[in-house]
């Protein structure tokens, strides 16, 4: 495994190069680490170099962010990773921000993209992620960090799941709330994400893109990546019928083989 740093950003390569073998770039949510994508890794291993990065802000990287913050930033960003590495074109597979800095790079450097994977993407303001981020930000404000981890696997996760992981949700509280980024930073990002949109300019997009979708997302309605997938000029559209906003990491099999399948086929 290579890391590095990039105008801030932390960066790991996995899988080094080999004749015939892409690239995929990953891209996460949010949260903005990339171990978030620690279930899709040994999938993607077996026909992919991999790189992982910390968005901005977040994680092992630089804590601050670019002024003013968007998502065509977020976008940028993985260009300077691709630069770092000397990379010209890659797939991109980003979840929720990550797939919405995905859009947004296809369209700023759409010759730097081959395909795209977007997992619970939107391309414009929605009533009910605001609502949820609203309240996500009231839980930050109003009552602290600790608050609004201990809150956030009831937006990523079905309450069966929940219920059945309870011991390895509050492990991982402990490091959220270690690692959480600066408030101010938090706050930042989302409301980049409240702003971000580009519906009219999904036309443009002139890449493959996998719009990969939760029927019982908690965060992002299904009728989201429903309008993606029929304003996007080359999308395809899957929907698994459970796992919640997280289902990368709930039906992390199924996913699997889903983005494997479309990043290796013609």
């Known amino acids: 495994m290579q890391s590095g740093t990039v105008d801030g950003l932390y960066y790991e390569v996995h899988g080094g190069p080999a004749a015939g073998r892409e690239t995929v770039v990953l891209s996460a949510g949010l949260g903005g680490s990339g171990a978030f994508w620690t279930p899709q890794m040994a999938a993607l291993l077996s026909r992919f170099q991999v790189v992982l990065y910390d968005h901005r802000g977040t994680g092992r990287g630089v804590r601050t962010l670019t002024q003013p913050h968007t998502v065509a930033a977020m976008g940028d960003d993985i260009v300077k990773v691709m630069d770092a590495l000397g990379l010209d074109r890659a797939h991109v597979v980003g979840h929720a ?53 201990h809150a956030q696997p ?98 992390a099999e199924g996913f699997n083989a889903t983005v494997v399948s479309f990043l290796v086929g013609a």
């Open 97 to 149: 921000a990550g797939g919405n800095a995905g859009l947004a790079m296809a369209l700023d450097h759409p010759g730097r993209m081959a395909k795209l994977v977007v997992v619970n993407g939107w391309s414009r303001p929605d009533p009910h992620i605001q609502r949820c981020f609203d309240t996500r930000l009231a839980l930050l404000n109003n009552t602290g960090i600790a608050a609004y981890v």
């Open 154 to 251: 009831l937006f990523l996760y079905p309450a069966d799941w929940i219920s059945a992981n309870n011991a390895r949700l509050e492990a991982e509280e402990i490091h959220h709330i270690h690692g959480f980024p600066d408030p101010d930073v938090m706050r930042a990002r989302i409301q980049a994400l409240l702003a971000f949109d580009i519906d009219a300019d999904l036309p443009r997009i002139a890449c493959p893109v996998l719009v990969s979708a939760s029927a019982d997302d908690m965060l992002v309605p299904l009728s989201c990546s429903r309008r993606l997938a029929e304003r996007l000029p080359d999308a395809t559209l899957d929907i698994a019928p459970w796992g919640g906003h997280g289902f990368t990491v709930t039906a």
